[in-house]
């Protein structure tokens, strides 16, 4: 057993609440495990993916079920969003096989949840918070809302709980542009989160949080993988605020992607050999790992990254 | 018909100026424009795409002064013109978010050309009937209620448009990339809207003539907005703000003997300026509240 899931016990032994359970897999390909887990929610197999010509990965091969976490590391620009956008159906995959709960990507709608990469609204925007967040519920509906209808107050009451899961009720009310970046951040995951998706796909959500928010949305976010059974696929940059609710790592490097438990990427050789620069993990007595970089050089932090990021990992811990 | 004196006792007012065929027409008019360009506006205004209003509304002219010059129907160079226009502008911003800064260039040579072809077009009629002003600043004589039925037809269609597609339009205006991979077609409601934009402009131009149209187009939008964050209500504010503006400034126009764009144009910049007055005096209040609120607590403390 690796230390990080000793951190954190229950949460694969945790069984399916068969209410929320994903569809089972429908057609070719459809393999159930025998020891009882469902079906993968994520499957891709093969994959390669092209943009303006070029291949940014290929050959990945990937599987992620229910309530599991799993995080997408790797350098700037070598296509984590771009994994994201093709299991949005965003962007097509040049070959391989793609499902995303049993279907083909952008065929599973509302079920699954998504937060692009650093948006942020524009300071005149004259929307509120909760707007945002409704549009993540009925957004994509043809037709204008009754004000009479039998839903109406479920769907407010829905936006209203999922604002107090994250911790913005403070600020929901306000126009979105005029939030700090943090609080738009977190209006954006309760956006996410609002329809229940079964697949949570982040996209550096913990960016622009500070550090004790980093870790208070990394724990929400683990807690509802784990306790609503969601599958999470999150990038990251810094994996320290998350690596204790991981399960798996995928790691973009060198046109591929290298995939397992946290123990086995997030190690010292792996992560040298893929950020090129020396890395080291250490593990903490009650079974965490740590990612230090040399201080000279913020190792798993890159040069776009500025301010409150930009410091060594030396002094801190993971949680 | 005399020089008509302002009563301040609104019915004999309104009684007068209704026995006047063409001010009902007017009335009528100005009604469906403020409303049908009200409410696009405020998507206009929510998308940031004021500039390609402002392109759409310059075509206007051109299309105007070629319907004159070549003796079609006045409504067909509106919506002709405008319509293409923003076909025109969508195809040149394909694959791009709304707002982006980029398409302002491709969008300003537009409107220089188009505004160029419009002066070709007034030299070239020589003449010179209703002159260029008209057309530029407006009119509301002679507003046939042949004029009037297009109106609403080309009104009524936008308006069940947007309700139809208000709220993915919505969505895809404020947060295109979710919106996306949320299956809302983000491209073609981009282009759907940009001919919207071009048939409220094509009306507006035939009211408040083509330089004026953001009065109804930006002016009550940016108003409401400024009021309320409440995206319903934001838009409901809009369509009757432009609504009282346009029939404040017939009003004025026709008592007293300038020109209606300008009324209508200061009216509604009147109550832009208002509300941010109201908005500055509510936050300095709440503040001063705020304030009080915490020293009262720090004397019970
Ligand atoms: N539409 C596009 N056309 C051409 N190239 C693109 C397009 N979108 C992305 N790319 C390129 O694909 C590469 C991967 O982009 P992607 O956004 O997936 O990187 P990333 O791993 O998320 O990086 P970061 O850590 O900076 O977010 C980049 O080199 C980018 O320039
Ligand atoms: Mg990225």
């Not at chain 1, 913990?206 to 059974?229: K, M, T, Y």
């Not at chain 2, 009528?28 to 409410?39: D, E, H, K, Y």
């Not at chain 2, 895809?172 to 299956?183: F, K, L, T």
Request: glycine share 10%; with cysteine; aromatic share 8%.
């Amino acid at each position: 057993m690796n230390p990080v899931v000793a951190a954190e016990p229950q949460h694969n032994a945790e069984q399916q609440d068969p209410a929320s359970a994903p569809l089972p897999e429908s057609g070719a390909g459809a393999d159930l495990e025998t020891s009882g887990q469902a079906a993968p929610v994520l499957r891709l197999r093969g994959a390669a993916v092209r943009v303006g010509g070029r291949t940014l990965w290929s050959g990945v091969d990937l599987e992620v079920r229910a309530g599991e976490f799993v995080a997408v590391l790797g350098p700037n620009g070598v296509g984590k969003s771009t994994l994201v956008k093709v299991l949005l159906g965003i962007v097509p995959a040049a070959e391989g096989e793609i499902r995303v709960l049993g279907r083909r990507p952008g065929e599973a709608g509302s079920r699954v949840g998504y937060l692009p990469q650093r948006r942020s609204f524009d300071p005149d925007l004259r929307i509120r918070g909760v707007d945002v967040v409704r549009m993540g519920l009925d957004g994509d509906r043809w037709g204008v809302p009754l004000p009479w209808s039998r839903n109406r107050r479920e769907q407010e009451q829905r936006v209203d709980e999922v604002i107090e899961l994250v911790g913005a009720s403070a600020y929901a009310h306000r126009p979105i542009g005029q939030c700090s970046g943090g609080e738009q951040q977190r209006l954006l995951i309760a956006q996410a989160l609002v329809r229940r998706p079964e697949v949570l796909l982040l996209d550096e959500p913990l960016d622009s949080l500070d550090l004790p928010n980093q870790s208070a949305v990394a724990a929400l976010i683990g807690r509802i993988c784990h306790r609503e059974n969601v599958a999470v696929v999150m990038v990251a940059h810094d994996v320290n605020p998350i690596l204790h609710h991981l399960d798996r790592v995928v790691y973009i490097a060198e046109g591929g992607a290298v995939c397992g438990p946290p123990s086995e990427v997030v190690n010292s050789e792996t992560l040298t050999r893929l950020y090129r620069t020396p890395v080291e993990v250490l593990s903490t007595q009650d079974g965490r790992l740590v990612v230090v970089g040399q201080p000279e050089a913020p190792a798993v932090h890159t040069d776009r990254h500025t301010g409150h990021h930009h410091h060594g990992h030396g002094d801190r811990r993971a949680g | 018909m005399g020089t008509p004196v302002f009563s301040w006792n609104l019915l004999y007012d309104f009684q007068l100026m209704w026995s006047y065929p063409f001010m009902v027409n007017a009335f009528r008019a100005g009604a469906i424009v403020a409303v049908v360009a009200g409410a696009v506006g405020w998507f206009m205004v929510l998308r940031r795409q004021t500039f390609a209003g402002h392109t759409l509304s310059v075509v206007a002219f051109p299309g105007a002064a070629l319907a004159t010059l070549a003796g079609f129907s006045l409504s067909l160079g509106y919506f002709g013109f405008c319509v293409a226009a923003g076909l025109v502008l969508a195809l040149m911003r394909r694959g791009r978010e709304p707002g982006g800064s980029e398409e302002s260039a491709a969008t300003g040579v537009v409107q220089a050309f188009l505004l160029a072809c419009g002066y070709l077009f007034m030299a070239l009629y020589k003449g010179l009937l209703e002159g260029p002003q008209a057309l530029l600043f407006g009119s509301f004589l002679g507003i046939t209620s042949g004029q009037v039925a297009t109106l609403a037809v080309a009104g009524l269609a936008v308006l069940l448009a947007l309700t139809v597609l208000g709220r993915p339009l919505l969505f895809a205006s404020v947060d295109p990339q979710v919106a996306a991979a949320r299956g809302v077609p983000v491209r073609a409601l981009s282009v759907t809207f940009l001919v919207l934009l071009g048939v409220a402009t094509a009306e507006a131009a035939q009211i408040t003539g083509a330089l004026l149209v953001f009065a109804l187009m930006v002016l009550p939008a940016a108003t409401a907005q400024v009021l309320t964050a409440r995206p319903g209500l934001s838009l409901l504010l809009t369509v009757v703000l432009g609504f009282a503006v346009t029939w404040a400034g017939l009003v004025a126009a026709f008592y007293w003997p300038y020109p209606l764009g300008f009324f209508v144009t200061s009216f509604a910049f009147g109550l832009f300026l208002l509300a941010h007055v109201a908005r500055s005096t509510a936050r300095a209040l709440e503040r001063r509240r705020d304030a009080s609120g915490a020293a009262l607590a720090g004397g019970a403390a």
